[in-house]
Each structure stands twice: as C-alpha cells, then as structure tokens.
T-cell receptor, first 114, second 110 residues
Framework: ETGVTQSPTHLIKTRGQQVTLRCSSQ?????VSWYQQALGQGPQFIFQ???????GRGNFPPRFSGLQFPNYSSELNVNALELDDSALYLC?????????????FGEGSRLTVL | TQLLEQSPQFLSIQEGENLTVYCNSS?????LQWYRQEPGEGPVLLVT?????EVKKLKRLTFQFGDARKDSSLHITAAQPGDTGLYLC??????????FGTGTSLTVIP
C-alpha cells in the first residue's frame, strides 16, 4: 500500500507567477484535503475534495483552486503568487469525511515566492 | 473559523522529565485529534478522542478531552529524545473540516 506522495518537494517562484502542486492519495482513499503551513505553525485548511467535488473550503481567496481526478489524485493551483504564499503545502487523504477519520499526510511541497 | 490555541508554543526539556501540552478553544468540537510532525515530514496521527472527559493512554503519552469538548491536553511521562517534534491538536468543527492548533514545538535534550 503506497502512502500519500506530493510533487514537487521544493520549488521557487516569483511574485505574480502561477504554481501547480500535485498529490497522489493513499490507495482506497476518496477524500483529499489541502493545507498551508507556515514555519512552526499549525496547518491551515485550504479546501477538501470528495469524489471529485469540492465540499469544504477554508478562508483562502479564489486564486487558490483545485481539482480531484477520477483516481482521487489531486492538484492545488495558486495564481498571482504573493510573497505571503511562501509556505509548506500539505496534502492529506482519508477514507471519508468522518470526524474520527485519520488524515494521512504527504511530506509536503515547500514553496518559496521571491 | 474555530481557533485552537496551544500552549506552550515552545518547550525544551531534559530527557526523563514530564511535560503537558494544552489545546484550548472557545468552540465545541465533535472530536479532537493529536498529531506529531517531525522536520521534513507530514503530521502523523497519535490519537482521536470523541467523548467529553475521555482519557486515552498510549505508552508514555496520556491524552484527555475536556468535559465540554472545548479543550484537550497531552501529557508525556519520562520524555525521550524520540519525542522531539511539533505537536498539533486538530478539532472537527463546522464545515466538516479539521481545524488545527497553533502547534507546540518540543525538544528533548539527551
């Protein structure tokens, strides 16, 4: 059973550019959520996808968007990058959306915006 | 947004000491989880508590969910260097999502 994998692991962009981050969920998991984590802080919820549809969103602007594919892998797209977007972006997959469900995290994509 | 405040933010102790980390909110959560995150990795689940007043023990770690389901604590007995990491609480709240706490960075010195 493969775990959650994310790519790329590190990337550097300049302000105003666009970025796409990718996530392969754990086998059998139909729910993927994305988080933004500043250094030394807790993850902030961006949005969640369940069976290819967005079904929850945190306090992030529309330039943060996503997709989930039929194989339940997912993408996070960020347009018009700002300096404050520099962070670790974590993807987590889970079996479903239960309040007792375990989130399985990838190692994250470290984005630096210059 | 439902906020979870953790204290202390940073903790540095000697091997063998005991410690407690607190996770507090003014909101009610239907469940609460604790995760540990090591550098360069994603968080890993330690425990889930769902009932007010519930206490769970995992070896040297004891987790408690407050009676009103607004707060939680993590107690570590006889800390070891392998316990070093960022400890995160996460509550399941409105919008069917997990709200993560501000984090407690623990360093255990050999």
């Amino acid at each position: 059973e493969t775990g959650v994998t994310q790519s790329p692991t590190h990337l550097i962009k300049t302000r105003g550019q666009q970025v796409t981050l990718r996530c392969s969920s754990q086998s059998g998991h139909n729910t993927v959520s994305w988080y933004q984590q500043a250094l030394g802080q807790g993850p902030q919820f961006i949005f969640q996808y369940y069976r290819e549809e967005e079904n929850g969103r945190g306090n992030f602007p529309p330039r943060f968007s996503g997709l989930q594919f039929p194989n339940y892998s997912s993408e996070l797209n960020v347009n018009a990058l700002e300096l404050d977007d520099s962070a670790l972006y974590l993807c987590a997959s889970s079996l479903d959306r239960r309040n007792t469900g375990e989130l399985f995290f990838g190692e994250g994509s470290r984005l630096t915006v210059l | 947004t439902q906020l979870l405040e953790q204290s202390p933010q940073f903790l540095s102790i000697q091997e063998g000491e005991n410690l407690t980390v607190y996770c507090n909110s003014s909101s009610v959560f239907s469940s609460l989880q604790w995760y540990r995150q090591e550098p360069g990795e994603g968080p890993v689940l330690l425990v889930t508590v769902v009932t007010g007043g519930e206490v769970k023990k995992l070896k040297r770690l004891t987790f408690q969910f407050g009676d009103a389901r607004k707060d939680s604590s993590l107690h570590i007995t006889a800390a070891q260097p392998g316990d070093t990491g960022l400890y995160l609480c996460a509550g399941w709240g409105t919008g069917n999502q997990f709200y993560f706490g501000t984090g407690t960075s623990l360093t255990v010195i050999p």
